[in-house]
């Protein structure tokens, strides 16, 4: 459910012209609430949250209950304080998936083109459906249609000539609704919007801008580059100046059916340590792992990659017991592989982690062993997913890692 | 040396004293047996590979007392091979000459003074009746673990405490745990030992038909040792920390349900045809029934309904299928109890010949943990 700040100004008809706009981004609205009330009509147009029932954080609303102040990643208990006249319903994801793959079923009816971010949202470039479909309007209409009457969700759907604009499109299309932003219109649609409006601005950002008395995206567009950098320094203040004058060159890719996940990182010296480095593997397990949520995946081999100070590049790598996508699971195995290696006193130049026997995490079966300690870490790391999506891959990290090299001596790449 | 003795008796004790003989020996002299015939009219047949030894006595006519090491493989494969006949067999040389009937063999020794000796057998701990002891070895060790790399679950826990002996075994998927009586030497006798599953395998296959098995564990010995006519076997202990396991069965269960073990085991096999390889089978008891399914999505699919009792609230679970027949196979009572805590916990499997309970019997109890899907 989208949370970035929207202007009620930005949501007006900005023209017709869908000619160079062929960028669409489908966010389904309430998507979990939104299948609940498939099966339950008569919540129709009451209060309902889609959360744990208990100690959990809200993972989805109506737009009746975020009258009342509810948000995703909201804890429960204050969700329920906000609006205690609401219903609340345990989340079924199995079922919940099997929706979303309905959607994208839809989009990819539409075009190849289709990158899907989520469970409940993905890009398409319909450039090449426009002679035989229509033009992106008419195709995103279709599209808001289709899903309605074959699912019985809603889809709010943003048309604009980049990815960013698209999404912020569909944000402020929603609830229900459909936002084309023509080419000619991409500047002043940003300009219009405050600054919280940009990837990558938050609330810290926010205030630092604040300082220099940057409050919209106009406000930052129009700031001397150098001051920008000064405040948020060159990478970000480049970053945010591109985005703020409708540079998005990102196309949309296709997602391929991923064989691993990895994450591996070359530090700037080498580490010695063995501490040091089980850092780093839990860092980048933490990383693998969310990575194999977001994709509902789970893996059933790990390997290690470790470059020593004269570029020999070991691997080592060790089924697992169970299939996983938890962090700690994944960092044990690493962890084991990497204590049973003898590393020279040269030290390690660079590690890795990758996951591999990928499967579909809705119908890999598990057997637990009998001292299982049950879903707890998984619905922790389920619930650091949800804070770090709202609040940014730094918000919450694992306590071991607070000040370790796994995040500050050296350069991370993924694949 | 020189001696007779009858075909069966030589096949039968030469069979049994090499079967633990390695492939590929470390050591040519261990893949040897040694014989030993004294002037009392006794051959003893011994093997050792430092791990597990194994010694039989039978009765031979001695014509002169002596010893040699021969191959075991080979002396094994010709006394099964051999008419049914007395056998002679004798030293001439550095070659033993067998004759039987007509056939004759010659083989060559090994030398005897490099074998090693054979460790003494500890303290006697006590006995226990032969059929009772294979079939509680049986119900355990389809629960150890298979593992070689997880040595500490590939063994038995064997507890004596007093007049009880339980076995304990699990690969951390199922845990079996079977108490039974026996007589130990001294009622206060208490002792613990982690034995190798396959060892105790052997026991159960080749000393139990003899009526009554001896247990020799001693105390702080790191071997166990069994002794049934006339045979003889030690095996070293599994080295460490057996965990503490038998926290892991339920204090109490919540619902449990009863259904005829042999109808349960025809439906699972039949259901699990279609689970693929670690795909559970499913089962869901309600009030009077259980229903079995196996299989989802695209694939091939199964269902079977039984009758069943159920005591408590419904409940849906799912089980490897494999796990759940070695528990039902180990059972041997008319029915099985299934008692849950929980669809995500372990359930306990026990046995009970009428479908009443009256009877239920806890001295075998199976804990199986169920699959639980990924997401």
Redesign the interface.
């Known amino acids: 459910m989208s949370r970035g700040p929207r202007s009620e100004a930005a949501n007006r008809d900005w023209g017709a012209d869908d000619s160079g706009t062929p960028i669409l981004h489908v966010d389904m609205d309430a998507f979990f609430a939104a299948v609940e009330l498939i099966d339950r009509p008569e919540l129709r147009g009451r209060p309902v949250i889609v959360g744990g029932q208990h100690r959990g954080v809200v993972l989805s609303a109506t737009y009746e209950a975020r009258a009342a102040g509810v948000h995703s990643a909201m804890p429960m208990s204050r969700a329920r304080a906000l609006c205690p006249q609401a219903i609340v319903i345990s989340p079924d994801h199995r079922r919940y998936r099997d929706v979303s793959r309905e959607v994208m079923r839809i989009l990819g009816e539409v075009t190849p083109v289709i990158e899907p971010l989520s469970i409940d949202e993905a890009f398409l470039d319909v450039s090449g459906a426009r002679r035989r479909v229509g033009p992106p309007t008419v195709i995103a209409e279709r599209i808001r249609e289709r899903i309605a009457r074959e699912l019985h969700v809603i889809a709010s759907v943003g048309i604009a000539s980049t990815k960013f604009v698209a999404k912020l499109a569909s944000s402020h299309a929603k609830p229900d609704g459909m936002l084309l932003i023509p080419h000619e219109a991409t500047i002043p649609f940003l300009h219009a919007l405050p600054v919280g409006a940009l990837w990558g601005v938050g609330e810290r950002t926010q205030e630092t801008l604040a300082r220099l008395a940057i409050h919209t995206v106009a406000d930052l567009a129009h700031t001397p580059p150098p001051a920008l950098y000064r405040l948020v320094g060159a990478a970000s203040g480049q970053r945010l100046l591109d985005l703020a004058w409708g540079r998005d060159p990102r196309a949309v890719e296709p997602v391929r059916q991923e064989k691993s996940i990895g994450h591996e990182q070359t530090f700037f010296t080498d580490l010695t340590d063995l501490a040091d480095l089980s850092a780093v593997l839990l860092d980048q397990s933490h990383r693998c792992a969310a990575r194999l949520r977001a994709a509902e995946l789970v893996t059933s081999g790990v390997s290690i990659k470790v470059r020593l100070a004269d570029f020999t590049t070991l691997t080592r790598s060790h089924p697992l017991d169970a299939a996983t996508d938890v962090a700690h699971d994944i960092y044990m195995a690493a962890r084991s592989l990497l204590a049973g290696m003898t590393l020279p006193p040269g030290g390690v130049r660079l590690l890795g982690v990758r996951c591999d026997a990928l499967s579909d995490s809705a119908t890999t079966a598990v057997q637990a062993t009998l001292d299982d300690p049950g879903t707890e870490r998984r619905d922790a790391e389920r619930t650091m997913d949800v804070v770090r999506a709202r609040y940014g891959a730094s918000a919450l990290t694992a306590g071991s890692l607070i000040g370790t090299p796994a995040t500050a001596k050296g350069k991370s790449d993924i694949s | 040396m020189k001696f007779r003795v009858e075909r069966d008796v030589l096949a039968d004790a030469v069979t049994w004293t090499a079967r633990t003989l390695p492939t590929r020996p470390p050591v040519p002299v261990l893949a040897g047996v040694r014989l030993e015939a004294d002037a009392e009219g006794t051959l003893t047949l011994s093997t050792f590979d430092y791990e597990v030894s194994a010694r039989s006595q039978v009765a031979a006519e001695v014509d002169e007392p002596g010893r040699v090491l021969v191959s075991g493989r080979l002396l094994a494969e010709i006394s099964r091979s051999l008419p049914a006949k007395p056998v002679d067999v004798s030293l001439e040389g550095t070659k033993v000459i067998i004759t039987c009937g007509a056939s004759r063999f010659t083989l060559l020794t090994m030398p005897v003074d490099d074998y090693p000796s054979l460790p003494d057998m500890p303290e006697r701990s006590g006995s226990i009746d032969g059929d009772a002891f294979a079939q509680a070895i049986s119900q355990v060790t389809i629960a150890a673990g298979r593992d070689e790399t997880l040595p500490l679950l590939t063994g038995v826990r064997v507890e004596i405490e007093g007049e009880k002996l339980t076995l304990l075994a ?1 690969d ?4 079996a745990m079977r108490e039974v009586s026996w007589n130990p030497s001294s009622p206060s006798v208490s002792q613990v030992a982690l034995v190798r599953a396959r060892t105790l395998s052997d026991v159960a296959r080749s000393l139990s038909s003899t009526g009554s098995v001896e247990i020799a564990l001693g105390d702080g010995a790191d071997i166990i040792g069994f002794e049934a006519g006339g045979r003889r076997t030690t095996s070293l202990l599994v080295d460490g920390e057996y965990p503490p ?1 038998r926290r ?1 069965f339920p204090e109490q269960t919540t619902t449990h349900t009863v259904t005829s073990t042999a109808q349960l085991i025809e439906a699972a096999k039949r259901v699990a045809l279609v689970a693929e390889r ?3 089978i499913r089962l869901s008891f309600t009030d009077g029934q259980v229903v079995l399914e196996a299989g ?2 695209d694939d091939a699919q199964a269902s079977e309904a039984l009758e069943s009792t159920l005591v408590g609230e419904p409940i849906t679970t ?1 089980f ?1 299928p494999q796990y759940l027949l070695d528990g039902l196979a180990a059972l041997n009572t008319e029915f099985c109890r299934l008692s849950f805590t929980h669809a ?1 916990k ?1 359930a306990v499997m026990t046995g009970q010949d009428s479908i009443d309970g009256a009877d239920h019997a806890e001295e075998f109890r199976y ?1 199986l ?7």
């Open positions: 699990t951390r998927y199922r845990l396991v892991l670690n795909t559970p989802q999505g799912a490897n995500s372990p804990l943990m169920p699959i639980r899907f990924a997401s």
